[in-house]
DNA sequence: ATATACTCTGTATATATGTACGGAGTCAAA
DNA sequence: TTTGACTCCGTACATATATACAGAGTATAT
């Protein structure tokens, strides 16, 4: 039975055109397409895709994933360099939200204790 | 003293072609192009923009601006609506922020007690 | 053998927010 | 009056991550 490539996105909750979009990226190969019939998938390649979902989730780009692919066999250093990169870069995100939601949250209040709904003390804010 | 579109841009610390990618996008009007010359652009436009500039600080997108600068005088109470919802979106970015930051601390941990450099605990758990 | 579903390929579109460029017009200053 | 800087206009490009589509081929089910 062919694992064909709607059966590699079935499985892993994608769409057939991130598939392809993956290959064209050279994040995973193209298996090659037989005289007749339609390409097979091998395993080595769904887990592959499979291990760039998961990287996503941690965050990483398809950028940095491809990186991760390639020194896959390599020092675990570099990989934890990466990794506390990404770290950092998320605190600072958050960092940054912390900061929105602290103004929000002062701007909203305004709102709340405003009586007249003429006024807008956000929009008095933003104009400033 | 014609306020030239790069006088605008200077002013506000932007680029001219944000200028005019907002004037394509109807948040602010262009200006008449007098016959001779340049056009001319008046202080509620720069004003405009300023206003703009700082919805975005706010975290509110372009379009979301759109509808800000459209409610201009409208009850506060949409406003508030707006706010609000843009508030609880920083707050479910700030979680999914933290679950990640959890889950790189966890791998780094791991990273820091491995003593063989051949192995990598990070990439053997993308794997999994 | 025919209908229906799937694949393959190349290319276009989507999203959000701009930035860059070429060529023609205009202004200001020396 | 020439030079250098600026404007105007339309369009293309940039980023990241996909998604959509058309037309031809292939497979499967009845």
Redesign the pocket.
């Known amino acids: 039975m ?1 694992n ?4 590699v996105a079935k499985s892993l909750g ?5 598939v ?2 993956y290959e064209r990226k050279g994040l995973i190969q ?1 298996p090659n ?1 037989p005289k ?4 097979d998938y091998p395993k080595s390649t769904v887990d592959r895709i499979a291990f760039i979902k998961r990287s ?1 989730e941690l965050g990483f ?3 940095e994933i491809q990186g991760l692919l390639n020194l896959n066999d390599n020092p675990c250093k570099q990989v934890q360099e990466m990794a506390e990169t990404k770290l950092l870069n998320v605190q600072q995100k958050m960092q940054d939200l912390q900061q929105l939601e602290r103004a929000l949250k002062t701007v909203l209040l305004q709102c709340e204790k405003n009586a007249n709904d003429e006024i807008c003390p956000l929009i008095d804010a933003l104009k400033k």
């Open positions: 062919v064909t490539i709607s059966k994608i769409n057939i055109e991130t392809r979009f193209q397409k007749i019939g339609y390409r996503q780009t398809l950028n």
